[in-house]
Each structure stands twice: as C-alpha cells, then as structure tokens.
C-alpha cells in the first residue's frame, strides 16, 4: 500500500528537486495556447461544480489567478448567486498563517506584497473549503506551490480545518513532488480530467 504521509527518504536534496519542478511545471502552463487554456479551464469548472453543488451553501475560498492559472471568479461568482459566501486569502506578514477577507462580484481590489490581486478592505471570515492553485501534484495528494508554505501553516492553523481542493491543469501532475513533514494532504483535486479524492 503507498505512503500516505511526506516522505523522508530523499530530503538532503528535495529542494533542488522541487525548485526544478516547479520551473519545470510553471513553464508548461505559461506555454499553454490561449484557446487550449479556456478549454482547459470550462472542463475544471465543470467539475468543481459536480463536486460542489450538491452541498449546502457555505464559505469558499479561492486565489485571484496569477501566472496562467485557473480561474475560479467565474465560479464563484455563480455559487454566491446560489447562496454561498467567499473569501480571498490575505498574507498579513512573512512566514505566518493567512487570514482571509470576505469577497463579493464589484469589491475593489488592491494586491498583496507578492503583487497578487486581494480585496482592498473587508471582514475576517473563516473559510469551510478552500481551492488551492497547484503548481505541481501527485498521487497521494500533495502538493507544490509556489515555495512560501503559506497554505501549508494556514490549513494547519485553522480549526476547524477547511476542506482543501487543489486545483489546476493536468498538466501539473508529477510522479513525486517529495512531499516534507510540514506539506499537507490536500482532501481532493480537480484537474480538466476529474475528481479524486484523498481524504
């Protein structure tokens, strides 16, 4: 039976591994063909929808897509017409959890110290699932970002723990990503060729 927690065998050399991969899978999704990428893109929704309209309304939250990533707005956007609330992660200072600020169709916007879209103002409010970009994942469920840990220390922060979804473009899936003792195990991923869960 696989693993199903990080593993330890290979962590002298992981970050030279991982840095790798991540240049290695960001520059396959900038590559990606403006009319393969909303392709791509209605595909993921679909499924995101299939996974979450059966479910009462409750808070989502997403990342405003950077770097060719998908967009969830869309998404989003139509799940609040239905009830549901959502929310943006905010990084309040380096190496720390995130909190999150409420976000609504119209909010005006500002970005973080990243450069990353965030809404200017707004209540705390506390997330019951939350879609995660990947840059890279893997069978057992984990995944690579873009290096700053910051929804590893969030999700591990928060209880009770959101549901975490990672999604992103097929495209991002790795053999191993050599996942360390502080990455979490995401609970389900949703490319353009399904749903799987993990928890």
């Keep these: 039976m696989a693993a199903l927690s990080p593993s330890t065998e290979h962590i002298a050399d992981s970050s030279v591994f991982r ?3 991540r240049g290695e899978k960001l520059a396959a999704r900038m590559s990606l063909a403006a009319d393969s990428r909303l392709a791509l893109s209605a595909r993921i929704e679909a ?3 299939q996974l979450l309209t059966p479910l009462a309304p ?8 950077v770097r ?4 969830a707005q869309p998404l989003v956007s139509l799940l609040i017409e239905r009830g549901w609330r ?5 990084v309040d ?10 976000w609504s169709p119209g909010v005006a916007m500002g970005v973080d110290r990243y450069g990353i879209p965030i809404p200017a103002e707004g209540g705390a409010i506390a997330p019951d699932i939350v879609l995660l970009p990947l840059v890279a994942f893997d069978s057992q469920g984990f995944r690579l970002g873009y ?5 590893d220390r969030t999700l591990a922060a928060l209880v009770p723990r959101p549901f975490s979804i990672g999604v992103g473009f097929e495209l991002a899936r790795a053999k191993d990503i050599r996942p360390q003792p502080h990455d979490i195990r995401l609970d389900a991923i949703v490319t353009e060729a399904g749903i799987v869960r993990h928890g």
């Design 147 to 151: 290096g700053g840990g910051y929804f």
């Design 93 to 102: 200072a380096p190496d720390t959890p995130m909190s999150f600020r409420n």
């Design 47 to 49: 499924n995101l929808l």
């Design 86 to 90: 959502a929310a943006m992660p905010i």
């Design 58 to 65: 409750q808070t989502l939250a997403f990342c405003a897509s």
């Design 19 to 21: 840095a790798a991969l």
């Design 68 to 71: 060719g990533e998908f967009d």
